[in-house]
C-alpha cells in the first residue's frame, strides 16, 4: 500500500503544473499555504472508507436508524479530520536554516527554525530515509535538528525537505515541499597518516607563557593552590578567592602550513594533508598560519581560526 502511494504521489508531481512550480529552490522565508499543501488519504483511512461503506450498505439494507447514524457520524468525524490535517500545515514558516560543520563523510547538522501562529501537533519533515516529528507551542518559534549526509567537500546545496502530518486520525495525509535555496559548506577529509608540518625555529615574536618567578595574572583559587600565593586584598573585592599566577614568557614556534611546499601532490592529497595538519596543530593548541592560492591567511589560534582555515580549504577549486 505504501508504495502504491509513493507511485501515486511521483504520478501527481509529474502531471500538476503546481507540484512542479514548487519543487524549485525558494528563498527564505518560505510559508506553506493551501495552493501548495496537498491530501492523500492513507492505507488506514482507504480501509476505514471500505468499512464506512459496508456499514453504510448494512444499515440501508437492515433500516437500521441506528447503525446509519454511527455510520453518518464516523463519516463526518472523518471529513473534519482532513480539515484538521490540512489546517496543521497551512501558515506553517520556515523561517530560518543554521548548518553545523562537517567533514566530507560525515552527516551536517541543520537547524531548521520553524513558527507559526498557533499550536500545532504531530508534524513531520523528511529529510532522505530519516524523519524528525516535532510541534508549536502557540507563537513560539522551534528548532528542528536534522542530519545531512555528505559526500564530498565544498559547497553542497540542500535538497528538498517534505513536511507532512496525519494528525489527528491517520486518516489523510497532508503533505508539502520545502526546498531552501541554500548550501552548506563541507570541510575537507584529513588524510590518516603522513609527515608532520614543517615548524620554525623558536621565534621571539611569538610568545607564550609558563609557571615561573615573574608575577603575570591573578586567577581563580583551584584546591591544592598555595596559601601564600593568594591574593587576600584582590580577593576582597571578589566573591571568589584570587590566586597569584607567576609565569615567564618562553617561546614558542608558529607552524606554517604552505599548499606551495607539497609541490609532489595533486591538489585532492594537498588538501587532504593540509587538513591533517591543521587538526593536528588545533589537537595541540598551537599557533598556525595557513598559505593557499589566492589566500594567504594570517598566523593564529582557536576555533574561529581553525574554522577560518578549514573552510579556506573547503573552497578551493
Excluded at 82 to 94: E, I, K, P, Q
Excluded at 167 to 187: K, M, N, T
Excluded at 293 to 302: A, Q, V
Aim: charged residues 20%; aromatic residues 8%; hydrophobic residues 45%.
Amino acid at each position: 500500500m505504501r508504495d502504491l502511494l509513493q507511485r501515486l504521489q511521483r504520478w501527481a508531481e509529474r502531471r500538476l503544473p503546481a507540484l512542479t512550480r514548487y519543487r524549485r529552490p525558494e528563498s527564505l522565508p518560505i510559508e506553506l499555504h493551501r495552493r501548495r499543501i496537498y491530501i492523500v488519504p492513507t492505507g488506514f483511512g482507504l480501509g476505514f472508507s471500505v468499512l464506512l461503506l459496508v456499514m453504510l450498505v448494512g444499515a440501508l439494507n437492515y433500516a437500521n436508524n441506528a447503525a446509519l447514524l454511527l455510520t453518518c457520524l464516523l463519516g463526518a468525524a472523518s471529513a473534519a479530520s482532513m480539515l484538521v490535517a490540512f489546517r496543521s500545515l497551512d501558515g506553517l514558516r520556515l523561517g530560518h536554516i543554521r548548518a553545523g560543520h562537517a567533514v566530507a563523510g560525515q552527516p551536517l547538522e541543520l537547524t531548521l527554525t520553524f513558527d507559526s501562529g498557533r499550536p500545532r501537533n504531530a508534524i513531520r519533515v523528511d529529510l532522505d530515509d530519516r524523519t524528525i516529528a516535532f510541534a508549536l507551542n502557540g507563537r513560539a518559534s522551534t528548532h528542528v535538528k536534522l542530519a545531512l549526509p555528505t559526500a564530498q567537500r565544498g559547497w553542497q546545496p540542500l535538497p528538498r525537505l517534505r513536511v507532512w502530518t496525519s494528525w489527528p486520525l491517520g486518516l489523510f495525509r497532508a503533505w508539502s515541499w520545502l526546498h531552501p535555496e541554500q548550501s552548506v559548506l563541507v570541510w575537507p577529509r584529513a588524510e590518516t597518516a603522513g609527515p608532520q608540518p614543517h615548524a620554525p625555529a623558536d621565534d621571539a615574536r611569538h610568545m607564550r607563557l609558563h609557571r615561573g618567578d615573574e608575577l603575570a595574572a591573578l586567577r581563580d583559587y583551584r584546591a591544592g593552590d598555595p596559601q601564600r600565593h593568594i591574593a587576600w586584598k584582590a580577593s576582597a573585592r571578589h566573591e571568589n578567592l584570587l590566586v597569584k599566577d607567576f609565569e615567564q614568557p618562553q617561546s614558542r614556534p608558529q607552524w606554517q602550513l604552505d599548499w606551495r611546499r607539497l609541490g609532489g601532490l595533486d591538489n585532492e592529497a594537498r588538501i587532504a594533508r593540509l587538513a591533517r595538519w591543521l587538526n593536528e596543530a588545533q589537537a595541540q593548541r598551537g599557533h598556525y598560519s595557513l598559505w593557499l592560492p589566492g589566500n594567504e591567511i594570517p598566523g593564529g589560534s582557536g576555533p574561529l581560526h581553525y574554522a577560518h582555515c578549514m573552510s579556506a580549504l573547503a573552497q578551493l577549486p
